[in-house]
């Protein structure tokens, strides 16, 4: 069981409290918290190693190679997942049987958003799949910035039962966690190389038909912002959210402007490098 962590002492609580009992060990990895998230750790029987923050793949992966993990399986939650009674029954049933017998190497979980403290069971982001629980040494997270995917070796499967995504910090840090996430996404969209891992087919999975969409397909679009809102709020059905999936869809539709515009920035900046380059001395 692997948890990273920064300042996360009120999501921590409510993730742990749903694992207790039931996975043999609970391996926190912090990068660095200033609040109680070590301590909330601690005292709720998790096994603390504070490691200095490497990104979101790098610090997972550092994790699974080096981190004494006994079980046959591993799973991985975010602090501000939690992992339900219905799901638990269905993770612990896998793992009851001989580790031999389960052909699947890992299991997509389904994940339910909650925005400003309702549930978005549309817009595109339900079902919403993450491969989370594999077995031991089969699982390694691909070399991207952010929104990376992690990768077994063999076959996998798929649990419908959805874990609770809630960040309970509050409006103002998941936007800031946006305002981050845009400029992961700008850096990886431009260097391509930092898409390496996932496959990317339009006659894949889901995940691999939609990294196909957007390397192909969306990123030649005009006005990205406005696409994506129309996809989630009309397409993707947003509007039976209510008003918190309008809410939801302008935010989201507003992260995709910002990813548009820091790229944009990040291709100027080239090209004057370029330039200056070409430039005689």
């Known amino acids: 069981m692997l948890v990273i962590t920064k300042n996360e002492e009120c999501n921590l609580p409510h993730c742990l409290h749903a694992l207790a009992g039931w996975t043999r060990s609970i391996h926190v990895v912090d990068s660095g918290s200033t ?34 993990m006994e079980s046959d399986w591993v799973l991985i939650v975010d602090a501000d997942e939690v992992i339900t009674a219905q799901l638990r029954e269905q993770l612990e049933a896998i793992a009851a049987r001989p580790v031999n017998e389960v052909p699947e190497a890992g299991y997509y979980i389904n994940r339910l958003l909650y925005f400003l403290g309702k549930p978005i069971k549309h817009c595109g982001y339900h079902p ?37 995504h809630e960040d309970r910090r509050g409006l103002e840090v998941y936007m800031e ?23 990317a087919s339009i006659t894949g999975h889901q995940l691999q038909r939609r990294r196909w969409f957007k390397r192909h397909v969306y990123r030649h679009l005009p006005a990205k912002w406005l696409m994506r809102f129309i996809y989630m709020y009309v397409l993707r059905l947003g509007v039976l959210d209510g008003l918190n999936g309008l809410r939801f869809c302008l935010f989201i539709s507003s992260y995709e402007l910002q990813i548009g515009l820091k790229l944009r920035e990040l291709r100027l900046q080239a090209e004057d490098e370029s330039a200056s380059r070409e430039q005689p001395a």
């Open 35 to 68: 609040d109680r998230t070590c301590e909330i750790a601690r005292e709720l029987g998790a096994e603390v190693v504070e490691h200095p923050w490497e990104g979101y793949a790098a610090q997972k992966n550092w994790a699974l190679e080096t981190l004494p």
């Open 128 to 164: 919403s799949w993450n491969l989370r629980f594999f077995k031991r040494g089969r699982g390694r997270y691909e070399d991207r910035a952010v929104h990376e995917h992690l990768l077994v070796d063999g076959p996998t499967g798929w649990i419908r039962t959805p874990m609770i």
């Open 177 to 199: 966690k946006h305002n981050r996430y845009s400029t992961l996404e700008a850096e990886a969209i431009f260097d391509e190389s930092r898409e390496g891992g996932l496959d």
